[in-house]
């Protein structure tokens, strides 16, 4: 049985403590201590003396100390607590959160460069790879191209050579490598024309292989035999149903006289385009092959070419692709010998030299 007297003891006995714990309940929030109350078993009995009260006091000190100490655990927890969220997390999650952001900035895989005959063309970075490697390749080791029997030097050519190697730093290095190759003009104007259309689009090597089978169904190469081939000949014979109309339209031009062919030799190069861009499948590119490669002139720049920007890309831009407008400013120190240049940017390339 519990007297007043014994509670009095036990309350004087522990008044030491009870002042140390109202000094720490104090530093707790308001909020903490209206929780410590409410879990406290207050039990209210009136009339009961002070030192009941005190008791009292005491009892809900001891619980206030509690929460304290529960709330510094629990501060402690927290630290643990995060450990066991940031173990919880997959570790595939998180590599894949570390290389999200990699992924932000996606490099471009297309660039548009060049336009041939009114149909655009584009250059991957693969693309840009695969031709850098080729050029490093051929310049650090290549053997020079022997000469066609019964092909013409160009007149200006060895000039050119000079003066180009004189002001670029590229073809300083690069024209050397091809010994005494040159472009080769060829004779037929209609030939010309006619495999420059075969060319269109499609890789040198399948060029050659529909123009050899062109060949021998037409071997006279006369506009007359294609007229009277046909079509469906020409068709047969690995052309795309439009190319062989457009080469069946360049042979009607020719065998009508509608063409001032004897009149191109003297004429300038712009009114040569103008004349020939006016017949179905021949646009300025292959005007300008035809410049180029039966009329053999010296200075033409034929941008719409999609070796040519890729060998500029390659030789003076790291392989970065670029602009018609970059390559044209790069042309501009090689005028008025800007055909040499572009052949020999080919070759740099493609060392075989295409015939047309």
Known sequence: MVTRKSVAAKVATKTAAAKTAQKAAKAVKSAQAVESARRAPAKAAVGKPAAVKTGRKTAAAKTTEKAVKAGTAGKAAQPAASKVAQKAVPKSATKVARKAPAKSAPATSHRVIAKRDGETRIVTPAIARIDHDVVEQ????????????????????????????????????????????????????????????????????????????????????????????????????????????????????????????????????????????????????????????NLVRPDVLPLDDVGLINAISVNYFSGEPVTRSEAREVAANWEPWRSVATWYMWRSLEPVPVEY
């Open 138 to 293: 051929v310049v650090t080791g290549a053997v020079p191209l022997p000469v066609a029997s019964g092909a013409t030097r160009p007149g200006f050519w060895d000039q050119a050579c000079a003066d180009l190697m004189k002001r670029d730093r590229i073809l300083k290095k690069l024209i050397p490598q091809f010994g005494p190759a040159h472009l080769t003009g060829r004779g037929e104007p209609f030939v010309t024309l006619a495999r420059s259309i075969v060319g269109q689009q499609i890789s040198v090597k399948a060029a050659q292989a529909v123009w050899d089978r062109v060949a021998a169904v037409c071997p006279k190469l006369t506009p007359a035999q294609f007229i009277k081939a046909g079509h469906d000949a020409l068709a047969g014979c690995g052309l795309s149903r439009r190319k062989a109309e457009y080469i069946l339209d360049l042979a009607t031009h020719f065998k009508s006289g509608a063409l001032h062919v004897d009149a191109w030799a003297s004429m300038d190069d712009e009114a040569v385009i103008a004349e020939l861009t006016g017949i179905r499948g021949i646009g300025r590119w292959t005007a300008e092959m035809f410049l180029m490669f």
